[in-house]
């Protein structure tokens, strides 16, 4: 096992090709430097592996020994932490038992029983930096809290924000002059919303677009979930996420889905826990200031990209896959509806205290009857300030008595 192979910054003066920064990518790099194993997790295909290269590029930027820096990917074959570590001396003639080295390990739950193995050598020698990440989140993140509880943090990567796609896309200056370039950046929105993975950015071929989310589904629900849980019919996930892909923001009625799809209600609960173990869809629980309360009440759904919505579905209203993307990298757990079926979006939440009703509109004038929601909301929780998510280009403030509500721009929303 030749370990130059994966490692091709020991090459003399070799950089990894990937000069776009992402927004996660400093809170990434904040870490590399403290004791804690640093956990990736995410959907397939969001850019995991591309976060650690460019780690180690900034590894070698700040003056690491290249020879310190160890990245290995166990899709080919899978040596055990202490047989790789005894190749790395080996070859590097480092000793890794007393010297500071970095271990960037890829695609980490190809190798069996790597939790215990990786807490053996972080608990004996706080000179190994460890980074891990790979495709199937949901076995990584379950076998972490398993052994290596309190040893790791964990991150999430999720699909690009907008911002993150026009710097891909190399238009980042449209976003200086919103007004000048007001049509471009909504033309470039609804493209995004179609494409909101980095590989996507390039497919201007619809059918091509729409083959390749619907097969990172497919290989989640068919290949990354069988790896980790057994049920019987992984077809009913697949219908599950179709259902969820019609109706993006539904409230299901579990006993209604289970009539429709043939299966039992506990079945339904289980399916759909496994989906968003998976990171497939994102679960949203009718508020209430009793925590309890809100999980016992109706859930309201949404996938975890509005590309996967349109892969699967053909929307005519845009609408629905603005919020949808709302959801995709809101950091919420909540929304609202009352008996009357008046309805807020999204409810963010820290604490009991610091309570902000969101909502999504892409309308471009918003006028108080579009904020009568929220401001009910508002009104009967006592709240002073919320926001709207709108398709306007400045920021905006709609007040009413002691309440303040800020309007801001899709673009701006990260």
């Not at 892909?245 to 409230?251: D, E």
Request: charged share 25%; net charge positive; glycine share 2%.
């Amino acid at each position: 096992m030749q370990l130059v192979k994966y490692n091709r910054h020991w090459e003399s003066g070799f950089t990894y090709p990937y000069p776009k920064i992402r927004n996660i990518f400093p809170s990434l790099m904040s870490f590399l430097n403290k004791r804690q194993i640093i956990e990736l997790s995410g959907l397939r295909r969001v850019g995991k592996s591309t976060l650690l290269f460019q780690m180690i590029n900034e590894l070698i930027k700040n003056r690491t020994n290249v020879f310190h820096i160890l990245y290995f990917a166990f899709d080919e074959v899978q040596p055990t932490i202490e047989g790789l570590l005894n190749t790395f001396a080996t070859q590097t003639d480092i000793n890794f038992k007393k010297e500071q080295i970095y271990l960037f390990l890829d695609e980490i739950q190809k190798l069996p029983n790597f939790q215990n193995q990786i807490k053996v050598y972080y608990d004996l020698y706080p000179n190994i930096k460890f980074v891990i990440s790979g495709s199937t989140s949901f076995y990584i993140r379950k076998k972490s809290q398993e052994s290596l509880a309190g040893r790791t943090v964990s991150f999430v990567v999720k699909p690009l924000s907008f911002d993150e796609y026009l710097l891909f896309r190399e238009k980042s200056d449209l976003l200086r002059k919103p007004k000048l370039y007001e049509q471009e950046i909504k033309n470039e929105f609804a493209v995004f919303l179609r494409s909101q993975f980095i590989e996507s950015i390039v497919m201007r071929d619809e059918a091509i677009r729409k083959e390749y989310f619907s097969s990172i589904i497919k290989k989640i629900i068919y290949e990354d979930l069988p790896s980790v849980v057994s049920f019987d019919n992984p077809s009913v996930l697949l219908r599950m996420v179709q259902y969820i892909a019609q109706q993006p923001g539904c409230i299901i009625n579990n006993l209604h889905l289970a009539q429709e799809l043939h299966i039992s209600n506990k079945t339904v609960a289980l399916y759909l826990s496994y989906l968003e173990d998976a990171l497939l869809i994102k679960k949203f629980y009718n508020f209430s200031r009793n925590l309890i309360t809100s999980e016992k009440r109706f859930k309201k759904y949404y996938l975890a990209s509005p590309s996967f919505s349109s892969a699967l579905v053909d929307f005519s209203h845009q609408g629905i896959l603005f919020e949808n993307y709302v959801a995709s990298i809101i950091r919420a757990h909540y929304f609202y509806r009352d008996v009357y079926q008046h309805e807020v979006d999204f409810i963010c939440t820290e604490g009991t205290e610091n309570i902000i009703p969101l909502e999504a509109k892409q309308t471009r004038d918003v006028t108080k009857q579009d904020a009568h929601n929220i401001l009910l909301f508002m009104n009967k929780f006592s709240i002073k300030k919320g926001v709207i998510i709108y398709g306007g280009v400045e920021k905006k403030t709609i007040k009413k008595e002691d309440k303040e509500i800020n309007l801001i721009p899709y673009f701006l929303f990260s």
